[in-house]
Structures are given as C-alpha cells and as structure tokens.
C-alpha cells in the first residue's frame, strides 16, 4: 500500500467512525429525550403514555403516578376489572397492574414499587389465580417474560445505562409518533386495556369459542394424593407477605376471578385438589390479617358452568367482569348481594366502607 492509499484509508476510517458516533449518539439523544417508559430523571416533560405491548416496561411509570390511591395486581384473568368503574363504585383512583401471565415474583415486584410511591393505599386487589395455585418452577423467583429489573426500585439515573439498545429506539420511536399525532393510543394511562374482542360480536365467534375449549389442555383429574386439599401452596407465603407489608388501613382484597368449570376439574382430582388448598391458604391469610375481604368467583356455579360467559377456559366476557364489579362494590359498601356466582370466604366485621 502506498503513503497516498494509506492515507486516502486512515482518512475513510476517521470519517466512518465519525458518522457512527455522530449517528449512534444522536439517536442515544432521541430516545433519552422521548424517554419511553417514562423512566429517567431529567427528560422533558412530556404527556407520555404506555406504548410498548410487554406491560412489565409501561407499569413502573404508572405505579409512581399520584393520580392513584388503589392498585389491582394479577395475571389476564384481572386485567379486564375497569379502573373507571370501580372509581366510581367506590370513589378510588384505581391503577389496573395485571399483566398477561405475570408470575408471583412479578406481582410482588409490582406491589413494592407502588407501596413505595403511595405507601397508605386505600385498596388493593389481588386476583388470585393458577399463577397462585398452581406451583410452577421458578414462579418465587422470577419473571414469566423479558423483565426490565432496572426500572423496579433502582436509581432513576440507571436507566440510561439501559437506553442504548434497539428496543428502547423502537419504543421511543413509537411514543414520538404518538405525541405528534401519528399514532393511535392503544394502551390505557390507569393500566386498563381490554385485550378481547368486542362483546356484541360474541355470536360470530361462537366457532373460535368453541375451538378454544376443545384445544385446551384438560384439567389434571389423576387421584389427589392424600391431604393434597389440606395443604395450601407455597406460592401463600408470598401473598401472606405482601398482604402484610401494607398498613392496616388498606382494604386487601383477595380475589379468585371466574374461569370455565371445564377447569376445576372433577373430586377427588388434582386440580379439584388444589384450587381447594388454594382457598384455603386465602382464608388463612384474610383470618389473621386486618381489614382482608377473600371473594371467591371461582367455584361451580350457573356463571362458571355455562361456556357462553367465557372466551376460553381461562378469560371472561365483559358482562362478566360487569358482574364481578358489582358484586364487589356491593360488599365493600357491606351489601353483599345475593348472587350465587359470589362465595363470600371472609368479610370481616368493623370492615373501613368506602364513599361513592
């Protein structure tokens, strides 16, 4: 190589290097500045809503909010509680936390860092579910799905070490094109999205109904062992746990959302056996700590036998989520109402009833 190419080479290698920098930092800057988990400490301020469809990114902005003064936690089988409603049920600020199989660990998580922006909140709901009742490895311990641990209770300013990669450019890209108007809102600001088909178009899609049921794994109806009914899930220390980590003024509502009978399985089986031991460790919890009303949805009933209420196995109809809501309201106000779909397992006396 000659001087002249050599040169000609180290002068193309400076100015290729100069362009990505240049580039790479000018899109660091977009997305510090867009900011789209609504995350870091000195960003503009801007109206940012949640835009990235993993929940885990979108709640930990949503859970410092002042607006709220109540949370809901829980898996899908929450997710479709309305916060508007329940406000207005029970004249509460509502935040809606529940994410698709979010697994305990993640609730816990989610619950510490709403508790460490409003530390006396006046209710919170825990639906309590297969991701309670049915142990599955790892469910203590971890998440379900990629989990942003730098945004749950770590130092604002770490998050721009975590800004640099492509996801956080996609998202910013995505939050720029809806505060210029490009795009539509998608995703609730108090964590409330539905995520089924709209209602009025259930008879059209009775055949996909239908297939869901068909194609669902059964329930585990081999032989209980014996005491299996008798002896509630690990998983129950942890809700014990965070129950106990709120003041006593907190309305703790422990709440087992409807699903399809086709899932409780038949007597004497497992998964009849542990859905028992699950309401069981629930009324432990609510017997000995203060102020813990235990609703329980999920038992044979007219609601839970007849498909038409679900979409699948595992998710409601909006009238239904319309029915637990107010039966909720009801018991809250101390009117507990007289619908067989609702199993009472505590409601304790002296319970603080909330203003509409």
């Not at 109540?70 to 997710?79: D, E, I, K, Q, W």
Request: charged share 15%.
């Amino acid at each position: 190589m000659t001087p002249v190419q050599a040169g000609a080479w180290r002068h193309f290698c400076r100015l290729a290097l100069a362009v990505m920098l240049a580039v790479g930092g000018g899109l660091y800057l977009f997305i510090v500045t867009v900011d789209p988990w609504d995350v870091l400490p000195f960003s503009p301020r801007l109206p940012r809503i949640p835009v990235t469809s993993n929940a885990r990114y979108t709640m930990p902005a949503l859970a410092r909010d002042p607006r709220f003064d109540s949370v809901m936690l829980g898996t899908s089988t929450s997710r479709l509680i309305q916060p508007a409603v329940m406000n207005r049920a029970l004249g509460t600020h509502f935040l809606n936390m529940a994410m698709n199989s979010a697994s305990p660990w993640e609730q816990a998580r989610e619950l510490d860092t709403f508790l460490r922006a409003h530390p006396a909140p006046r209710i919170v709901m825990i639906g309590v579910d297969a991701a309670w009742c049915h142990e599955r490895p790892g469910s203590l311990t971890s998440p379900n799905r990629p989990w942003p641990e730098w945004m749950y209770g770590h130092p604002a300013w770490t998050g721009y070490l975590h800004m640099a990669s492509l996801y956080a450019l996609q998202e910013a890209a995505n939050q720029f094109l809806w505060l210029t108007g490009q795009k539509k809102q998608r995703f609730g600001t108090d964590g409330y999205t539905s995520f089924v088909p709209p209602d009025d178009r259930y008879d059209q899609l009775r055949g996909r109904v239908q297939a869901a049921f068909d194609h669902w794994s059964p329930p585990d109806n081999s032989p209980a062992p014996p005491g299996m009914a008798d002896t509630p899930p690990a998983t129950m220390a942890l809700l014990d746990s965070m129950v106990g980590r709120m003041p006593a003024s907190t309305i703790r509502i422990l709440w087992f959302p409807p699903a399809s009978a086709f899932l409780h399985g038949t007597a004497g089986g497992i998964a009849a056996a542990r859905l028992q031991a699950c309401r069981l460790g629930v009324e432990r919890i609510a017997a000995h700590q203060p102020n813990v009303v235990a609703l329980d949805f999920n038992h044979d009933s007219a609601l839970t036998e007849n498909r038409d209420n679900f979409w699948d196995p595992l998710h409601y109809r909006m009238p239904t989520a319309q029915r637990v809501m107010t039966d909720m309201g009801a018991v809250i106000h101390g009117k507990p109402p007289a619908d067989p779909a609702l199993d009472i397992l505590h409601d304790p006396p002296g319970l603080p009833r909330m203003d509409r």
